[in-house]
């Protein structure tokens, strides 16, 4: 699916997604990654929903943000609960969610000035 939104002042913003990609300002990407306004880190991690570890969730803790989207393939799946309490206590808001919403999510959020992160888990082949 293409996204019809424009790069709003330079930011990172995703510009189509489908099986087993994401475009990110037009450059596809089929691997693992964080996308922020500012930046990107491709292949944060080679886990999958399943494998998903600590060192993991640390790294999306250490990003500065103030919500993240984990967007976990191409259905809704859920971490296990212990990954995830380490956000409550730091107070960063996480959102589990398929990839495509996250997406979706992200560039609202990034356009109205938010400090968001999407981290994309992508199913494995």
């Keep these: 699916m293409k996204l ?9 913003m995703f510009t189509a997604y489908g099986a087993g990609y994401v475009a990110v300002n037009n450059e596809k990407y089929e691997k693992n990654l964080i996308l922020l306004p500012e930046s990107i ?21 250490e990003l500065g943000t103030e919500i993240i989207l984990l967007g976990t393939g191409n259905r809704l799946r859920f971490p296990p609960g212990p990954l995830l309490r380490p956000f409550a206590a730091a107070g960063i808001g996480i ?7 996250a997406c979706r ?3 609202i959020l990034a356009a109205e000035g938010r400090k968001v992160a999407a ?7």
């Design 4 to 12: 019809h939104q424009s790069n709003i002042a330079g930011l990172n």
């Design 41 to 61: 880190i491709p292949e944060w991690s080679t886990a999958d929903i399943t494998s998903l570890g600590e060192s993991d969730m640390q790294k999306l803790l």
């Design 95 to 101: 959102e589990i969610m398929d990839l495509q919403a």
């Design 105 to 107: 999510t992200y560039n």
């Design 119 to 125: 981290a994309l888990l992508f199913d494995p082949l």
